[in-house]
């Protein structure tokens, strides 16, 4: 990709006309990201069917690397967005959230047609995650059954966009900029079915009503579980779940000592998001009144 | 008693003859199978392993195309399996079912008859609970060890279930839509079963599959032949691994460079066609099937609309479909192949080390074959094409190409000119350009002559079917061996290798895509000559909703990875039904890798994935 100046340059001071193709003022965030965008390269991690419009997007005919996704990579330590190309069953989710936890922040993850954006035409079927999104943070939707390879261009051009619009000056605006290293997402537990660790307090729960022979809550009488469902209403509101007594053996599977409870992370990054789309806003105002001046 | 003339060998009857024989030999343990719309015979499960072995060797039925579970709740109440024998020299299936109790079925094990039905047992065990006394291996192969129930039994229910059988009143029209996940407390695709303990919860998954292959944790210490103390290493490939074709995984145990043992690991796309395809219509399952073998779906599409429609004939109102939808059927399956075909030879190229250069040539036919399929079924890969007793729509006068509209301009071509310079110009000239690339290249049959042999004898015993088994010098097409479709009119030959190793299978697959060209030239002046012709069996749409008639059916069609095959009970009343009852994919892909183990053994780490992408598995059928 060019190096556009003109594109890149974002100053109150004027640039004299003969040098705007030589010089430019810009932001440390503008001038980073225009770096990362334009180098993404995406994880080669085929799934099912998708797989197959993905290599076709790679090939001579469309040819991502136009865009900057210059290569695939193998090894989740050499790339930066994981395309999730086709069904996800969970079996599968396990190795999945493993890979993730591997990649080296700043991380994207684009969710490839159907059945990754939300289970898709398997979705009912006993081994299918309906969606990737219910393991892990998901950037970008491409519809499709498959997505056609112009529609995976689209929702790659997307997030070069949506990368477009992130800081570091503000350090809560994507976890990666922040203070500290993030945690690691929990890796699912294959059991009778499989266990989100997130999830352990209220399947315990629940299965203490079942041996006690009480019907299992519903939606209403489980406000923290219907908080994380709706995952839209901040969850400060809900009800703290009381955590039951661990057993040793169980130890494994619930959150690393010291690691934020699942709901208070998930407000942090509401609020970050909050912050960053107000953000979004005065920049983008700044420079509508910056165009009329 | 037996209706063959008396001079002539058993192994070559009438099906019927070889039924009467059996009969005649094991007269108590052999009843025909009369329930309406049924066929073969029933077997009595405590002498099956005899019958089994005069089936093969007496009546030379070598070869198991499938077997497969039915669960007949509230219709018998038993579980049945299913096997379908064939002989390699060509012909119809030998069908012979086994039935047990729905309580702790248990059916004898085939596998020292029949390799080939070692993966399917182990599936049968896995969804439907079916014990099999004499399996060397029986453990779960699509869920995981540790996984609540037997999914496939009628009365399992998955997390999501709303209604047995679809349209689910809650849909639209007239009904109140949702999210699945409104109604799940846990917001999510789970159920756990009451007694679930998670202070003993263990994930068992792992460690089962290391049992199974009588792998400890400990590495054992070996000596190898110079007297170095060397250790035995387990070697996990995949899922995510890049020559792997998807998600599909191989534990190897290695001495040094060279295996030892090799055992799959599947299920990791496991996304439950089946059971959906049990709650779906007949129709709704079209769609699903472009998604087995995502490469070929339209000859996923032919062998299930196949099977639909010799059940549908079964019936009282039925047409045939008609000449120009069967030429139409052919052509876009002879398509499918020369895409599949260039897919294997690419990836397998991939494998062995020259990356991605040979695929991007081949892309270039694939892409305008795509085309093609875009203007005519509207969609790129998932064509969803034909219906029962016709297709979706015929031939449009012009093939105007969206997909090009990334480059600023739309291709607009007449789609006979189109298809005749793709079948006379353009497709021949890749071949060509690929054997001259290829065929003779030093570095490719070095990697290839002699690794990942598969002898004739193994490939009929382990049930390997397509490019894996002609490489092996069994010539057994099923568009030769048990014609369909207008196939025995077309004039072609059956391409076979002798060898059985990687480089056989690659001359068998580009003689293949020869021989679909050379078919394809045949097609196109049957297209020129019915123009006009309906699509239809009789002029309109009418087959959209069928109401299909009691009984079975099997429809096999030789895909590009070998034989595919639907197994359909319809359990339906008096009226029929919309629904299948039972609804089984053979998958050549599945099945095929069956022999990997023994293929593998003595070769090098390197040449793993070779021998992987020469047997050409598409996840989306191995794991269904």
């Known amino acids: 990709m060019d190096l556009n100046l003109q594109e890149l340059n974002a100053t109150e001071f004027p640039v004299p006309a003969e040098l705007e193709s030589n010089i430019a003022i810009t932001s440390l965030s503008q001038l980073y990201n225009w770096g990362r965008r334009n180098s993404m390269w995406p994880m080669l991690f085929g799934l099912a069917c998708c797989a197959i419009e993905m290599i076709a997007t790679a090939s001579s005919r469309f040819d991502f690397s136009r865009f900057g996704f210059e290569v695939m990579r193998a090894t989740p330590r050499q790339a930066d967005l994981m395309i999730v190309s086709g069904t996800v069953t969970k079996k599968m989710v396990v190795p999945i959230v493993r890979l993730y936890n591997q990649m080296p922040e700043p991380k994207y993850v684009l969710a490839m047609g159907a059945c990754a954006s939300g289970g898709g035409p398997f979705k009912e079927g006993y081994n299918v995650v309906s969606g990737m999104d219910k393991y892990l943070p998901v950037d970008v939707y491409v519809p499709g059954c498959p997505p056609t390879p112009q529609a995976l261009l689209y929702g790659m051009i997307a997030l070069q966009r949506k990368i477009d619009g992130q800081s570091i000056a503000n350090g809560d605006d994507v976890p990666w900029y922040g203070v500290g290293s993030a945690e690691p997402t929990p890796v699912p537990v294959l059991g009778p079915d499989i266990i989100d660790p997130r999830q352990m307090d209220m399947i315990r729960r629940q299965a203490e009503r079942a041996a006690n022979d009480m019907a299992a809550l519903g939606m209403r009488e489980l406000p923290a579980a219907m908080q994380m469902v709706a995952a839209k209403a901040p969850t400060a509101t809900a009800a703290p779940v009381e955590a039951a007594p661990v057993d040793g053996n169980a130890l494994a599977f619930v959150l690393p000592a010291g690691g934020r409870p699942w709901e208070e992370a998930e407000d942090i990054r509401e609020k970050r998001r909050l912050r960053a789309l107000a953000r979004k806003a005065v920049r983008a105002s700044r420079r509508a009144s910056a165009e009329e001046e | ?624």
């Open chain 2, 1 to 624: 008693m037996p209706t063959a003339a008396p001079d002539a060998p058993l192994t070559s009857t009438t099906i019927e003859g070889a039924i009467d024989h059996l009969r005649a030999t094991y007269p108590e343990a052999v009843r025909a199978d009369d329930r309406e719309g049924y066929g073969g015979i029933i077997v009595d499960s405590a002498q099956l392993l005899d019958i089994a072995r005069f089936i093969r060797d007496d009546l030379g039925f070598d070869y198991l195309s499938s077997a497969t579970a039915v669960d007949y709740l509230g219709a018998g109440d038993h579980m049945e399996m299913v096997y379908h024998a064939y002989r390699s020299r060509g012909g119809g299936a030998l069908v012979f079912k086994a039935q047990a109790e729905r309580e702790q079925p248990e059916i004898p094990s085939l596998v020292s008859v029949w390799r080939g039905a070692d993966f399917q047992e182990r599936e049968a065990w896995d969804l439907y609970g079916i014990h099999f006394p004499g399996h060397p291996n029986l453990t779960r192969i699509l869920m995981w060890e540790g996984f609540h129930g037997h999914p496939m039994r009628k009365d399992w229910r998955e997390a999501y279930y709303e209604e047995e059988q679809k349209p689910f009143d809650s849909r639209w029209p007239g009904g109140h839509v949702h999210r699945a996940e409104e109604k799940n407390v846990f917001g999510k695709n789970v159920s756990y079963p009451r007694e679930i303990d998670l202070s003993r919860l263990m994930d068992t998954s792992e460690s089962a599959v290391y049992q199974s292959l009588g792998l400890g944790v400990d590495v054992e210490r070996v000596m190898d032949k110079d007297g170095f103390e060397t250790n035995e290493l387990v070697v996990n490939m995949g899922p995510h691994h890049p020559s792997t074709h998807g998600v599909f995984r191989m534990v190897l145990t290695v001495d040094g460079e060279t295996v030892t043992s090799l055992e799959p690991v599947m299920g990791y796309l496991h996304r439950n066609h089946e059971k959906i395809g049990e709650r779906n219509t007949y129709l709704h399952n079209i769609p699903f099937t472009d998604r087995l073998d995502y490469i070929s779906s339209m000859g996923n599409n032919h062998g299930y609309v196949l099977a639909v429609e010799h059940l549908l004939s079964l019936g009282r109102r039925y047409n045939e479909p008609t000449y120009r939808c069967e030429t139409l059927r052919v052509m876009m399956v002879e398509l499918s192949r020369i895409v599949n075909h260039l897919w294997a030879i690419g990836f397998w190229l991939n494998d062995i080390g020259a990356f991605f250069t040979p695929v991007l040539y081949f892309i270039q036919e694939r892409e305008r074959i795509m085309d093609f399929f875009e203007a005519v079924a509207g969609s790129r890969m998932m064509c969803n094409y034909m219906r029962f007793g016709g297709l979706f729509a015929d031939l449009p006068e012009r093939i105007k190409s969206v997909s090009n509209l990334v480059n600023d301009r739309a291709r607009d071509y007449n789609t006979m000119q189109f298809l005749t310079e793709m079948v006379s110009e353009r497709i021949p000239r890749t071949i060509d350009e690929l054997e001259q690339l290829l065929t003779q290249n030093e570095i490719l049959i070095e990697r290839s002559v002699g690794v990942g042999v598969l002898s004739a004898a193994d490939a009929i015993n382990y049930s390997a079917a397509g490019p894996l088994l002609r490489g092996s010098g069994v010539p057994y097409d099923i568009r030769r061996a048990d014609p369909y479709s207008i196939y025995d009119e077309l004039d072609f030959d059956v391409a076979v290798e002798d060898a059985g190793d990687m480089y056989a299978r690659y001359l068998v697959r580009v003689k293949e895509l020869r021989e679909s060209v050379r078919i394809l030239r045949q097609i196109l002046p049957r297209l020129e000559a019915t123009q006009g012709e309906s699509i239809w069996a009789d002029g309109k749409p009418g087959a959209y909703a069928p109401r299909v008639p009691l009984g079975e059916a099997y429809g096999r069609v030789e895909n590009g990875k070998g034989e595919l095959g639907y197994y359909i009970v319809s359990a339906g009343g008096k009226s029929g039904t919309a629904n299948p009852w039972r609804y089984h994919v053979r998958a050549p892909s599945f099945i095929n890798l069956t022999p990997m183990g023994i293929m593998s053994q003595g070769h090098k780490v390197a040449d793993i994935v070779g021998i992987l992408g020469s047997i050409d598995i598409v996840l989306g059928e191995t794991d269904r």
